[in-house]
Nanobody
């Protein structure tokens, strides 16, 4: 099973930017949809952005115009460029893709937006 490792999280001031990376241990060239999700304390994990093999992307309304998802199948990676960050973007961010009726998740990376 492909394992996912997220990186790039950290502490950033409001209005700042971060780029999250998700490195897969195997090929993602046959994984139709990959995505970024986030989880606030005590809440369920929600979709942030999804990207298909032909690079079609969808975004949660709360991040449209600020976040950009991309994928590079040659290096088995998915990215999330986050601009104009707000304190309400503070969460643990996960990379994932569906496997049957379940999801394959990475371990997550913390993003904290605070002055």
């Amino acid at each position: 099973q492909v394992q996912l490792v997220e990186s790039g999280g950290g502490l950033v001031q409001p209005g700042g930017s971060l780029r999250l990376s998700c490195a897969a241990s195997g090929s993602i060239s046959s994984i139709h949809v990959m995505g970024w999700y986030r989880q606030f304390p005590g809440q369920q994990r929600d979709m942030v952005a999804l990207i298909t093999l032909d690079n079609k992307a969808v975004y949660a309304d709360s991040v449209k115009g600020r976040f950009t998802i991309s994928r590079d199948n040659a290096v088995n990676s998915v990215y999330l460029q986050m601009n104009s960050l707000k304190p309400e973007d503070t969460a643990v961010y996960y990379c994932g893709f569906p496997v049957g009726l379940s999801m394959n998740w990475g371990q997550g990376t913390q993003v904290t937006v605070s002055s």
